[in-house]
């Protein structure tokens, strides 16, 4: 994936500091393609990082398109850069716990989750793939960020191999796998799909579908309407007299919906006249 537009659009709605967008970006990255394995329409995926670092909960939702949404507990977060100069995602992530909810429209939806082993966002998801899926994996997600902290590039390649992958296969794509370190740098230069004809130059690649996710969010006046229809009248009204109106802020795209006591009349009186 090259998610550059992506993460930028992520960056200035929570208005993260650089290591924020950093740690934000390598998940964002990881949770877009592994949304898009989703296979029908009405599939959703929930990728969640809670650590006990600095940075809090950071959130993915995503859908079959590998369209994405996040929201991130403490977007304003920076350390001091580490000794090779980088920025130290595994101290902000902290310890804490990987969490996977898939809602395949089943009666219950696929949960899976591990530890956070090393802040290291994607050697803990292929930790995670291992552990909860029993699926070996390469995976790297990297952020590159300009002098000014704009998002110069952005992306990830996880790479699974299927059961009867042949040694020589595994062989050759594993000696190319230390090139992942730095996607975010090949990603200046060069194409995903010149970098997947690099990685597979002797596997006979085939590129069977080419998805362009963004970063969107759901979230409509509707939602909020039955979001406040699932409250006690009391408590609505109880909000209305203290603060003269009700405010709901969407957490993945600080959209601000407002309520008056008229709004929420109106609500309640339609709702009456349906039932």
Do not use: W
């Amino acid at each position: 994936i090259d998610g550059k537009n992506m993460l930028e659009k992520a960056q200035q709605l929570h208005k993260t500091s650089p290591l924020a967008t950093v740690a934000m970006g390598r998940l964002l990255m990881i949770a877009s393609l592994m949304s898009a394995d989703l296979k029908n329409d009405t599939d959703k995926i929930s990728v969640s990082m809670k650590g006990d670092g600095p940075l809090g909960t950071i959130i993915v939702a995503g859908d079959c398109k590998g369209n994405v949404r996040c929201s991130i507990e403490n977007p304003a977060v920076s350390l001091p850069l580490r000794e090779d100069g980088k920025f130290d995602v595994p101290n902000a992530v902290g310890k804490g716990e990987i969490s996977v909810i898939k809602d395949l429209g089943l009666k219950y939806p696929y949960m899976g989750n591990c530890e956070i082993s090393t802040g290291e966002i994607s050697e803990d998801f292929a930790f995670y793939f291992l552990l909860s899926e029993q699926t070996p994996s390469a995976i790297s997600s990297g952020v590159l960020l300009a002098a000014d902290c704009a998002v110069n590039s952005a992306g990830a390649i996880i790479i699974r191999p299927l059961p009867d992958t042949s040694d020589d296969v595994l062989a050759d794509v594993e000696k190319k796998v230390f090139e992942f370190k730095n996607i975010s740098g090949m990603l200046t230069e060069h194409t995903p799909e010149i970098i997947l004809k690099n990685v597979f130059s002797n596997a006979g690649l085939n590129i069977t579908e080419i998805l362009y996710p963004e970063y969107k969010c759901n979230c409509s006046r509707d939602r909020m309407n039955a979001l406040l229809l699932s409250m006690n009248k009391n408590e609505l009204y109880e909000c209305l007299d203290a603060q003269g109106k009700l405010e709901i802020i969407c957490h993945f795209c600080e959209t601000h919906y407002i309520y008056t006591k008229e709004d929420i009349d109106k609500l309640l009186m339609a709702k009456t006249q349906e039932n």
